[in-house]
């Protein structure tokens, strides 16, 4: 029998940010002429903020994919599924083909219930009884999934198709690299809180990031966002 570890964390690491607000600035100045362009080592001022805001409030989106980021996610497979709806951004993900998954699977705090119509659920978690048989029926299914996996590569299976009985649950790795434009996009609709917890748990890491390395855009996009929900970066 296959040791499990269940795990109820999402990892968003930063493996490098690219670019800054100055350019994001100087690529919309560009089209006032090089002379506006300014130097990176001039600080943020004042006015350079309020073209930041000026900027995300009239819908110029294309300034802000002159920054990034680059991510190293660990994530269960629904969660890096959803993540890649998100087609502004580029993937590479750890392959089933040519290592095999360790036993590590998602399993969240509490198992929640919903009800409802569809696109307008609501959850509540699981207690008492209801919890203790979920839990076991969950981690009994994936125990069995796990050996029968292990087997078929005993039996000599190749791993790509050995693979094909493993859980949406269990862990997998990525490299996430994407623009500041489109994250944005990404945080306005993940952070939601129609959202999936736990794509919303990678929207909040990835926004931390967001107002490290960009303060000004972080801040005014939140401020905007929050008074203009249908507000989109990737409108025009």
């Excluded at 996610?73 to 993937?91: G, K, M, N, T």
């Excluded at 401020?223 to 249908?230: D, L, S, V």
């Amino acid at each position: 029998m296959t040791n499990l570890e269940f795990r109820n964390d999402i990892v968003v690491d930063l493996n490098f940010a690219y670019g800054s607000e100055h350019s994001i600035v100087n690529a919309a100045r560009i089209s006032l002429g090089k002379s506006k362009i300014k130097p990176l080592s001039d600080p943020i001022n004042e006015k350079d903020k309020r073209f930041l805001k000026r900027l995300i409030r009239d819908y110029h989106g294309t300034p802000f994919e002159h920054g990034g980021f680059q991510f190293i996610i660990e994530a269960p497979l629904f969660v890096v599924h959803q993540l890649q709806r998100h087609r502004w951004s580029s993937f590479n993900e750890m392959s089933g083909r040519y290592t095999e998954f360790e036993p590590v699977f998602y399993k969240p705090k509490f198992f929640r219930k919903q009800s409802g119509k569809a696109m307008d659920y609501e959850f509540e978690n699981l207690t008492g009884y209801q919890l203790e048989v979920a839990e076991l029926d969950y981690e009994s299914a994936i125990q069995h999934a796990m050996n029968k996996y292990n087997f078929l590569l005993q039996g000599e299976v190749a791993r790509e198709h050995a693979r094909m009985i493993l859980p949406n649950s269990v862990y997998t790795a990525a490299v996430w690299t994407l623009n500041v434009r489109s994250l944005c996009n990404f945080i306005l609709l993940r952070m939601d809180a129609h959202a999936q917890q736990e794509i919303q748990d990678i929207a909040k890491q990835a926004f931390t990031y967001l107002q490290e390395y960009f303060p000004n855009v972080a801040n005014h996009y939140a401020e905007i966002a929050a008074i203009r929900p249908e507000f989109d970066l990737f409108d025009q």
